[in-house]
């Protein structure tokens, strides 16, 4: 079984892949359970009651401390717009929306850096020596330049991110082959030309493919940055929870922004292929 | 008249390897010359050198009595691989240069440009059809078509520019023989009809024969020293058959300057 | 052949995975949890000095000692994966009781007073601060110092026109100073020691004004104290005698010997001898066990943890269900409970405290 031509029929591909799923699933209620039987009131790895009710709390319910609550009684929707997670999700959604806005100019500098020499020459040293650097550790600068709201959040991203977005665009760059800057030229293309209508647009799937890669990390230093200090935002939000083990809104929580990053790598890759639908390494 | 194309003096040196050395050679208006040669000699680089694609160690390159460094619409190029644009199609391919030229990078931008873009795109499809291809390619992307029509959309790319010099670099050097064959006569046929001097680069002397009004062989005396002009001949059209094929006589005489020269082996005898 | 290798790998992996209780070790024993902060640091030096061992060799039990980050030694607690830990006595009544891990407190160990501490910048005043952001941990002693504050100045009613940001406490320091635009901060020291030094940094309020009501604990689940075997109780004594030795040699005559002693505590957290002796003195350490009994079996101690108990239950600190401050119950040393008496959580057990008073460990 266990060869390079054994391709497993239907039933098995189906079962093999959901097994760890199963697997997984099944592992967790029995150790629930057995912490149940110790404890009923275990709160450490929550039962399938428990975990309902902190999945209605987290999407029904405003934050309890809250003061200007959301209606009490109402339609699911209106419930939903005011509640806990929702208010969490905006929070944190504007914070990525803002940092997915500055990784265009990322993506431009990279393009320009790979196509004119002197900015390349410029710039690429000092950004391969800022790339090494780990954000996180720089947040005392971090804090002084930019305070501890919106904004230093949002640099943190950047910052821990944009070099790698730089260094990929350039690389890209770099990847197009002479000939087709050559043909630009002869086709009575100039400099700016053959920069954006020939190599920017060969890239643009690509670096938007770079940039799904890089989802994982902008939510890795959006979350450092909203446990750090905030006010609100999902990661906040988790943070607060584990003060009284609210393992039972914490999970519901994390499947809900995997859900969203899994959202959003879906929306690029769909986007990706709209537009240019003659990349086929999709 | 000063000709079209002088390399004076030309010396190449990459990686403290000379390439070329003292290269001479002139081209005039209107001339179809076949530049062959075993691989390394050093054809490509002079290819390159009269693009304007790259720059010689010593010497100078003129186009029309100036130096001109820098590639431009005046010498359009078909390379052997990554000759078209992926992210566009047959017909944007094809219309890329004219928009570009009449309109810039920001005049893309005004209504003026979507009026003229359907006259340039009739243009276009002129083109495709003396290429031989069907209108219905024009809204597929290069990566549907086959390496022979790929070629003819590069071609059909370069020459509506109308350009003064048509530099070919390899450029059926990765099809297969028979649409290889359809090509060579494709190009033989556009020369003809629209009188732009082409360079054509190839390693097969078979195909260099069929082609050029011209042949120019380069080559090394010592394996590690640079290319030089081997041979230097004019094939005369009173030579070829109606077909474009060089007589038996003609061909003879070729091949025994050639296997006199101890360059029979190396350079490929191929189709023709 | 192959498909045999898989499958013995796979089967090796399953057996190890089923039969890995570890056999009854030969000696019971057990880990305490701990974290940085001047009242806890002595549990490293009792475990580097030999002093516990030699406790715990005593009552024939092993006691491993681990360091962990304040929160995570809370969640490790709570998870049961460590048996007694190092808490104040706000956690040592939310985390149990949202969790229905009853709790024991074996070891008072001392009180905040001055340690925790309210700075403003600008000239901030206690009644200027509604509609200004305050930096804190949220929901732990440092919000419950805040809202002592503005209560003892009558100004509750305005607790909540003040925008709290949750700041995790090993950034607060760095990012009150950092950016000089934030006014207010609520923190502990050695952060409040480092803030405190800024320039146009003053403090309102700190913990000496609420002496008693931010206490320091070493608290055991109750279900291994009551262990049938009894190893519980003499893992409880063990803690207790050297922790009572520690802090005697901590309370010698100022010299030498004394100084040697607290430099090697202060090195736990990388402190120098001068920070350490600087946070003591606004540390209210009970060092004979005499005085920790006493203040403990004090009546005033139960009206400080209704201050604290009252607090708990309005940020829904007692559970998320919990529906009034007697859902839970505390247990005090003289029997009485505060709330119900059906689910006690926390107890405060005076008797290791009083037997190291009488010399009995």
Redesign the interface.
């Given at each position: 079984?266990?060869r390079i031509d054994a391709s497993p029929n239907r039933i098995t591909t189906w079962t093999l892949s959901w097994f760890l799923f199963a697997a997984g699933i099944a592992l967790y209620f029995y150790t629930s359970h057995s912490r149940h039987i110790e404890?009923?009131?275990?709160?450490?790895v929550p039962s399938l009651t428990q975990l309902a009710?902190g999945t209605a709390?987290a999407f029904l319910k405003p934050d309890?401390?809250q003061?200007d609550a959301g209606p009490a009684e109402g339609s699911l929707p209106a419930k939903f717009f005011s509640s806990m997670l929702w208010t969490d999700t905006v929070a944190s959604s504007k914070r990525f929306a803002w940092s997915m806005a500055l990784l265009v100019p990322a993506v431009l500098l990279g393009l320009h850096m790979g196509m004119f020499p002197i900015i390349g020459t410029f710039f690429l040293r000092f950004i391969l020596f800022f790339d090494k650097i780990i954000a996180l550790s720089v947040?005392?600068?971090?804090?002084?330049a930019?305070?501890?709201?919106e904004l230093?959040k949002v640099m943190l991203i950047v910052i821990g991110v944009t070099p790698t977005i730089i260094l990929d665009s350039f690389n890209l760059t770099k990847s197009v082959?002479?000939?087709?800057i050559?043909?630009g030229?002869?086709?009575?293309?100039?400099d700016?030309?053959v920069t954006?209508?020939?190599v920017m647009?060969?890239i643009l799937p690509r670096v938007l493919n770079s940039i799904r890669l890089n989802l994982k990390s902008i939510m890795l230093f959006l979350f450092a940055g909203e446990?750090?200090?905030?006010?609100d935002g999902l990661a906040?939000r988790i943070?607060?929870l584990?003060?009284?083990?609210?393992m039972n809104v914490i999970i519901p929580y994390v499947l809900w922004v995997a859900l969203l990053l899994f959202l959003v790598d879906l929306t690029m890759r769909l986007l990706n292929k709209k537009i240019?639908?003659?990349?086929?390494e999709a | 008249m000063t000709d079209l194309i002088q390399l004076e003096n030309i010396g190449v040196t990459y990686h403290s390897k000379k390439v070329l050395d003292s290269l001479t050679l002139s081209i005039a208006a209107g001339e179809f010359i076949a530049v062959c040669g075993e691989t390394g000699c050093g054809k490509s680089t002079m290819l390159r050198l009269i693009l304007g694609a790259e720059r010689p160690t010593s010497g100078r390159v003129l186009i029309d009595g100036r130096e001109l460094p820098r590639p431009d619409r005046n010498r359009g190029y078909v390379p052997q691989k990554y000759s078209l644009f992926p992210d566009k199609t047959v017909l944007d391919n094809i219309t890329f240069g004219p928009e570009m030229e009449e309109f810039g990078l920001i005049g893309m931008l005004t209504p003026r440009y979507y009026r003229r873009r359907a006259e340039l795109r009739e243009q276009a499809h002129a083109y495709l059809r003396q290429m031989g291809l069907q209108p219905g390619d024009g809204a597929k992307y290069p990566d549907q078509l086959s390496g022979g029509m790929q070629q003819r959309v590069a071609i059909a790319q370069a020459l509506i520019m109308r350009p003064k010099i048509l530099l070919m670099d390899e450029a059926f050097s990765a099809l297969d023989p028979a649409t290889r064959g359809g090509m060579q006569r494709l190009v033989r046929k556009l020369w003809a009809e629209t009188g732009t001097t082409i360079l054509f680069v190839t390693h097969n002397i078979s195909e260099a024969i069929f082609l050029g009004t011209r042949v120019v062989v380069l080559g090394k005396d010592d394996p590690a020293g640079s290319s030089k002009v081997m041979f230097d001949l004019e094939i005369p059209e009173e030579s070829r058959e109606p077909s474009g094929i060089v007589g038996r006589d003609e061909m003879d005489r070729l091949s025994a300057l050639i296997e006199g020269a101890g360059l029979g082996e190396k350079l490929e005898i191929g189709v023709a | 052949m192959p498909n045999r290798a898989l499958a013995f790998i796979l089967t090796s992996l399953l057996v190890s995975a089923c039969g890995s209780k570890p056999a009854a070790a030969p000696k019971p024993s057990f880990v305490v949890g701990w974290s940085v902060y001047v009242g806890w640091n002595p549990w490293y030096y009792m475990a580097k000095s030999g002093i516990l061992n030699k406790w715990a060799d005593k009552y024939n039990v092993a006691i491993r000692v681990q360091r962990f980050d304040y929160a995570p030694s809370l969640d490790a607690f709570v998870a049961k994966n460590i048996d007694a830990c190092a808490m104040t006595n706000m956690e040592a009544l939310d985390m149990p009781a949202s969790a229905n891990i009853d709790t024991t407190s074996i070891i008072t160990g001392d009180y905040s007073n001055g340690n925790d501490a309210l700075m403003t910048r600008h000239d901030l005043k206690l009644d200027q601060l509604p509609g200004h952001k305050v930096l804190l941990v949220e929901k732990t002693v440092s919000q419950y110092l805040f809202e002592r504050a503005l209560t003892l100045n009558g100004l509750e009613k305005k607790i909540d026109q003040v925008k709290l940001v949750n700041t995790s406490d090993s950034d607060i320091a760095t990012a009150f100073i950092g950016d000089t635009s934030q006014d207010a901060v609520v923190t502990w020291k050695p952060m409040v020691s480092q803030i405190a030094k800024q320039k146009d940094v003053k403090t309102l309020f700190n913990s000496s004004q609420i002496p008693g009501e931010i206490v320091d604990l070493m608290v055991v689940r109750t279900d291994i104290l009551k262990r049938p075997d009894g190893s519980g109780e003499r893992f409880a004594k063990a803690l207790a005698g050297a922790w009572y030795e520690t802090t005697k040699l901590m309370s010698g005559p100022a010299g030498a010997d004394t100084d040697k002693v607290l430099k090697e505590i202060a090195a736990g957290s990388e402190d120098t001898l001068e920070s350490y002796k600087e946070q003591l003195s606004t540390t209210n350490l009970f060092y004979a066990p005499q005085a920790a009994a006493d203040f403990t079996t004090n009546p005033e101690f139960k009206t400080k943890m209704n201050l604290v108990r009252q607090f708990c239950f309005n940020h829904a600190l007692l559970g998320a269900n919990t529906k009034s401050v007697d859902d839970v119950g505390i247990q005090f040393p003289d029997g009485s409970v505060q709330g119900s008496k059906d689910r006690i959580t926390l107890r405060f057990n005076a008797n290791y405290m009083q037997m190291a008073a009488q010399g009995k460990l």
């Open positions: 079984m266990l404890n009923p009131e275990d709160k450490v009710q709390d309890s401390e003061k947040l005392p600068i971090l804090f002084i930019f305070g501890i709201d230093s082959p002479p000939e087709q050559v043909k030229f002869t086709l009575g293309a100039h700016f030309g954006y209508r020939i647009k060969q446990m750090i200090a905030s006010q906040f943070a607060l584990r003060r009284h083990m609210g240019h639908p003659w990349f086929r | - | -």
